[in-house]
């Protein structure tokens, strides 16, 4: 991946190759300035030549394809992939605290004034409002540090009624999926053809089943029900391994489509917040994407709807960004820890959440084992766990269990809540 320069003025200059970046650290000639991406400071005078350059961003609902391109170059891909989890740790606070209340035990009193969606115009879910946030915070950083710039953004428009019925159309806008049935129950039965979605049987006692339970968020919406029988549908079957898990964990789930309304009202404030920008949408970039002989990614979205029309020079390297959790704000554990030698009344909760041992924060960036990995969680005070950009855990070759020892890490840099990898 290129570095980026700005001169000694602050004012950015066309990216170099890393070998020529390492010559003007050596020489003492330039400074850094940041890590990710890595930038550096002249410290001295440059002519300050400049090409037009393109940044293409292909936005996703979890997955931002990035694209620098020039006339006819690709200068750096790369794809950044936000958290998608921040809806179910606000439920699992929620629980709880709720839990706790209920059990007369010390809590965090009720509040019922602190709600903005009334006060404030344009409010969003924290969910939501968590990754647009991120997503213009990277799409500026990028600009900051690119020359006479030209910014393509491919943008998603859905019609979530027309993806579920494509014959849809006139006044069945204005009907929901249930429209004509007494209730949402026997909706569900009717799509399922009065059949168990487990044992494929027939004319048996029929029950609606919650596939994300109420308990972790779920709704009473069609998309979350399904049918199964009186035989299947029983408390053995709910439990982790058992016939219904697997059958849920092999990717048989109902279709959803809560993506499509996030990528619309994502579409409505980017217009607001990059009014230059050139819009390009999902129709134009794919054939052009194809004419340039590129394969489906993110990145590869990302070049095509730079508008490039052929490719004389293309990066094999290509830079993963994601985004990581570093704090823990449930401020009680659900089940009390085992072996504990005093009662759980004066317990701090920082004290729960271990981010740091023997010089090694959460998060850092590490070698162990000839691999390169992030730690995710400390165990004890000389171990840990290491995951790869991929989510995948670095355990010792020929071991089963997934700890590491603090003491074959070898720490290559700190980081905040973003993990970056250039492969």
């Not at 200059?13 to 991406?37: E, F, G, Q």
């Amino acid at each position: 991946m290129l570095v980026f320069i700005i001169n000694q003025h602050g004012e950015t200059l066309m990216p170099c190759k890393p070998r020529k970046a390492r010559k003007l650290l050596r020489d003492n000639k330039a400074k850094i300035v940041s890590y990710k991406p890595f930038t550096i400071q002249l410290l001295y005078g440059s002519s300050g030549y400049k090409q037009d350059i393109n940044l293409g961003i292909d936005l996703g609902a979890k997955h931002i394809g990035v694209a620098i391109t020039t006339k006819d170059k690709v200068l750096a891909k790369g794809e950044i992939e936000l958290r998608d989890d921040v809806s179910s740790l606000l439920e699992t606070r929620k629980i709880y605290r709720r839990s706790r209340r209920g059990r007369k035990t010390r809590y965090r009193e009720p509040r019922f004034l602190n709600r903005t969606k009334a006060k404030k115009k344009g409010w969003l879910p924290p969910s939501t409002q968590s990754r647009i946030d991120n997503t213009f915070m990277w799409i500026d950083r990028f600009c900051d540090l690119l020359p006479n710039l030209n910014l393509i953004i491919e943008v998603g428009k859905f019609d979530v009624q027309k993806m579920i019925n494509p014959e849809i159309g006139g006044v069945d806008y204005q009907r929901g999926q249930t429209y004509g049935y007494h209730d949402v129950r026997y909706f569900v039965l009717a799509r399922d053809n009065y059949t168990c979605q487990l044992c494929k049987k027939k004319n048996k006692i029929l029950n609606t089943h919650h596939i994300v339970y109420k308990s972790h968020g779920g709704t009473n919406r069609a998309d979350n029900l399904i049918t199964l029988c009186t035989d299947c549908h029983t408390s053995e079957n709910h439990q982790p391994g058992k016939i219904l898990w697997g059958w849920m964990t092999e990717g048989k789930k109902l279709p959803s489509y809560k993506e499509g309304p996030f990528m619309n009202s994502f579409r409505q404030r980017v217009f607001t917040k990059y009014p230059d920008a050139k819009i390009t949408y999902g129709s134009i970039t794919t054939p052009h994407r194809k004419k340039l002989g590129l394969d489906k990614t993110h990145y590869n979205d990302a070049i095509a709807a730079t508008g490039i029309e052929s490719i004389q020079q293309n990066t094999n390297r290509v830079f993963y960004i994601k985004q990581f959790r570093k704090k823990k704000r449930s401020l009680h554990e659900a089940t009390p820890r085992k072996g504990r030698k005093e009662p759980n009344r004066t317990q701090r909760r920082n004290a729960k959440n271990t981010k740091e041992s023997k010089g090694f924060f959460l998060n850092d960036k590490v070698e162990v084992y000839g691999e390169t990995g992030f730690i995710s969680g400390f165990t004890g005070k000389t171990m840990c766990y290491v995951k790869d950009i991929n989510g995948e855990y670095i355990t010792k070759p020929g071991k089963a269990y997934k700890q590491v020892s603090l003491k074959e890490c070898t720490h290559i840099s700190h980081n905040n809540n973003w993990q970056m990898m250039v492969c």
